[in-house]
């Protein structure tokens, strides 16, 4: 559904004081990791892992920037084995920590996330209720952490994705996740991670990247997006994902001089990702392109790039396809294709993911745009 709604948690829980021996070395990966500097992230971790063995979030981190550097050369399938080999690997370790220091939150909050991080693989092929499953395992943990640690604010992030998950959710899933006294709430989820964006020590940056996500791609409120996006993109250049959400939400509030400048300098960024990340980065800047030129009125042009993304799209998940098939019904409509406009819409809801795009394709497949 989205990007890394449970994917890179791990990287929110590391105090902002060297609390723990290791965690200024510990942050000099995490830093590189979110400038896209994965083999120097993942030196730096490793290195302090085994300096730091005991630290209680470098084994996950270490494990997560694997796994997202895995991303960058591999496919899919293969990512998900990287994945759950190192995660195979860690949980013994942190199950032997947690012996040793049950009295600190901190090692049950990265256990709590080791056993979460493992719903990703079903997260990935849209298994919602195993999803919801093994990340609860992990999530009481964190849940019970937050309880009786109110001063950890990273904790907010991972239980504020549980409960607007289930928010957006079918009954049964909210039902479920009252079980584990959690609120099945869109209004609470974003109140959490809003929290955890403004007040968390690490976890702003993902939480930022998170809501910006949701706000262009399920609430669709793009202004809410720019927020948080703007900041990401100035602090990390050099990462083209938070660029993208920086672009689409400049599109989407009519600033469109600036982001023909934006895409400029996108494109000139796309030399410098794997042969990978450009297969899956691509049709993502191409829907944008095509997004600006509908915006511009340009009609044409907008279906030849929207018609492009779509036959290239390569990502795990489909969130941006779903907005794209949507755009080219839109455009069809517009240059009436009614016929075409159709199929379009009725291939952006057969996606089926929690995409605004998907009720907005069903409005449109009664009502032209």
Request: contains cysteine; proline residues 3%.
């Amino acid at each position: 559904m989205i990007r890394s709604l449970i994917a890179v948690l791990i990287l929110s829980f590391i105090s902002a004081r060297d609390y723990y021996a290791g965690d200024a070395l510990i942050k000099k990966g995490v830093n590189a990791f979110y400038d896209y500097q994965f083999d120097l992230a993942i030196d730096i971790l490793s290195d302090a892992r085994q300096q730091f063995p005991e630290h209680p979030g470098v084994h996950l981190i270490w494990a997560a920037s694997r796994w997202v550097r895995s991303q960058a050369f591999l496919s899919i399938d293969d990512t998900y084995d990287v994945l759950q080999n190192d995660l195979d690997s860690i949980t013994p370790i942190y199950e032997k920590l947690l012996e040793k220091y049950d009295y600190d939150p901190n090692y049950k909050l990265y256990y709590g996330s080791v056993l979460g991080l493992s719903a990703r693989v079903s997260l990935g092929k849209k298994q919602w209720i195993k999803t919801l499953y093994r990340s609860y395992k992990g999530f009481k943990i964190i849940k019970k952490v937050a309880n009786e640690s109110p001063g950890i604010i990273d904790s907010q992030l991972p239980i504020g994705i549980v409960e607007y998950l289930a928010g957006i959710s079918n009954p049964i899933i909210g039902w479920a996740v009252k079980l584990y006294d959690l609120e099945a709430s869109t209004e609470s989820g974003l109140r959490r991670m809003s929290i955890a964006a403004d007040d968390g020590i690490w976890s702003w940056i993902e939480s930022r990247a998170i809501l910006s996500n949701l706000y262009l791609w399920v609430e669709n409120e793009p202004i809410l997006s720019l927020e948080y996006s703007q900041g990401l993109a100035r602090d990390f250049p050099n990462n083209f994902y938070f660029n993208l959400l920086y672009l689409e939400s400049m599109i989407r509030t009519n600033k469109l001089s600036e982001s023909k400048d934006i895409i400029k300098d996108m494109e000139k960024g796309l030399s410098q990702l794997t042969s990978r990340q450009r297969e899956w980065y691509q049709p993502y800047l191409t829907y944008e392109i095509a997004l600006l030129a509908f915006f511009q009125k340009e009609y044409i042009k907008a279906l030849e790039l929207v018609n492009a993304a779509i036959k290239n799209y390569s990502a795990e998940l489909d969130i941006i396809l779903s907005n794209a098939y949507l755009l080219q019904g839109m455009i069809y409509d517009k240059i009436n294709e009614r016929a075409k406009a159709k199929e379009s819409y009725r291939d952006c809801i057969g996606l089926d993911n929690f995409s605004y795009s998907i009720e907005k394709a069903k409005l449109h497949l009664k009502i032209p745009f």
